[in-house]
């Protein structure tokens, strides 16, 4: 015979499953910290004013870090990433087909001289880059030295560096360090250049004696 559980029975297992469900369905709850104005501020919930500010996210339930977030990035900063995806990725895709295509000519050169004057004109072309590159990162370093420099005598003399110099210096340092960035990736493929010619001379030579 099919047994029924008394009304009031029911009812409290209704609810305690409810119960259960709703603490299971429950999102953990997080705090945040960020900086502001140079002092490390914390609470549950993010307000408006630090949303795009770089900040770690905690487990409110046990303290650990559960996650974090980097500042968002400026337009100036969003437009020089970019611009900087964009030359690696043409730069990448150069490569490519210069590789291709000295692979091709090591084979057709009639002397070696021939095979080195191809890879002569690649070499200047990046050697020219380099220098540019060399230049901008001088550029902006001293960009960066003058903008330090006020800020340093803004605070000998008391005065507090403006928040807009402070968020500049900031910048500048960033796009320093990825133009830098950028200067070691160029000289970087200028070495491979030169395995590129040694490994070309060395085919060039084993098809000669073929």
């Known amino acids: 015979m099919k047994k029924t559980l008394p009304l009031l029975a029911c009812t409290?297992?209704?609810?305690?499953?409810?119960?259960?469900?709703?603490?299971?369905k429950a999102p953990t709850k997080k705090l945040y910290c960020?900086?502001?104005?140079?002092s490390k501020v914390c609470g549950d919930a993010l307000p408006a004013h630090a949303v795009d500010s770089a900040r770690t996210e905690f487990n409110a339930k046990n303290g650990r870090a559960t996650g974090q977030?980097?500042?968002?990035?400026?337009?100036?900063?969003?437009?020089?990433?970019?611009?900087?995806?964009?030359?690696?990725?043409?730069?990448?895709?150069?490569a490519e087909v210069a590789a291709r295509r000295d692979r091709a000519?090591?084979?057709?050169?009639?002397?070696?001289?021939?095979?080195?004057?191809?890879f002569g004109e690649r070499i200047?072309?990046?050697?020219?880059?380099?220098?540019?590159?060399?230049?901008?990162?001088?550029?902006?370093?001293?960009?960066?030295?003058?903008?330090l420099s006020r800020a340093g005598e803004?605070?000998?003399?008391?005065?507090?560096?403006?928040?807009?110099?402070?968020?500049?210096?900031?910048?500048?340092?960033?796009?320093?360090l990825r133009q830098r960035t950028?200067?070691?990736?160029?000289?970087?493929?200028?070495d491979l250049i030169d395995e590129d010619l040694a490994a070309a001379l060395e085919r060039y030579h084993a098809m000669k004696k073929n």
């Open 12 to 24: 409290l297992l209704i609810v305690a499953t409810g119960s259960t469900l709703a603490q299971q």
């Open 34 to 38: 960020w900086n502001e104005n140079g």
């Open 69 to 94: 977030l980097a500042r968002a990035l400026t337009d100036e900063e969003r437009a020089a990433a970019a611009v900087q995806a964009k030359a690696e990725q043409d730069a990448k895709a150069a």
């Open 105 to 118: 000519m090591a084979e057709s050169y009639a002397t070696e001289d021939d095979l080195r004057r191809a």
């Open 124 to 147: 200047g072309v990046m050697d020219e880059t380099i220098k540019a590159s060399r230049l901008g990162v001088e550029g902006r370093r001293q960009s960066l030295i003058s903008l």
């Open 154 to 176: 803004n605070e000998l003399s008391g005065k507090p560096v403006p928040k807009k110099a402070s968020d500049n210096i900031q910048t500048q340092h960033e796009l320093l």
């Open 182 to 190: 950028m200067l070691a990736a160029q000289l970087a493929e200028r």
